[in-house]
């Protein structure tokens, strides 16, 4: 049996085929599961950062800054922090994204090098470990400025 979706239903898969078309040529999907947390990452990065995003092809590595730099960009829109998977290929590189869905808000929790937060996790493991929001916090406060991203579009924050 079909049905017809709710009014608010339908408001947000316009949205999420709106961003679905934008950012088609990157292969970010948007879809309505845990994916989609992980793409509006990645287009926020594209957008605040200049990143050159690979798409889904590239393990470990979501973009490459104007500067050349791997990056690996986190998103999670509860305060818990970041998943991470046992990969091969590492970024030189982190970006790390806190959303607030409720006012509509986005924060840079973490802009630096990948390696220091990876030191934070086991050196062998199966599935996912999480490093926390407030580790990321704690490792943002000694990264110099000369190691962070800069931001293209800094009158969006």
């Given at each position: 049996?079909?049905?017809p979706?709710p ?9 999420r085929?709106?961003l679905?078309a934008?950012y ?5 999907r ?9 793409d509006?990452g ?15 092809s ?5 973009g490459y ?6 990056v690996q ?8 922090g ?15 994204f ?6 509509c808000?986005?924060?840079v929790?973490?802009?630096g ?5 990876r ?16 580790a990321?916090?704690?490792?943002n406060?000694l990264?110099?400025e ?12």
């Open positions: 049996m079909k049905f979706l009014e608010p239903v339908l408001k947000l898969l316009a949205a085929n709106e679905k934008h088609e040529n990157v292969d970010l948007f879809t309505l599961d845990g994916n989609l947390v992980g509006l990645e287009a926020v990065a594209a957008d605040l950062f200049g990143l050159r995003l690979t798409g889904r590239n393990e470990g590595i979501d800054a104007p500067d050349g730099r791997s960009v986190k998103a999670s829109g509860t305060k818990r970041a998943p991470f998977r046992p990969v091969e290929t590492h970024a030189d590189h982190l970006l790390f806190h959303f607030d869905y409720d006012l808000l986005g924060e929790v973490y802009n090098p990948e390696e220091p937060v030191k934070l996790l086991p050196p062998n493991w199966v599935g996912q470990r999480s490093v926390s929001a407030p990321f916090r704690r490792l406060q990264v110099s000369f190691e962070r991203l800069p931001m293209i579009q800094q009158d969006r924050c």
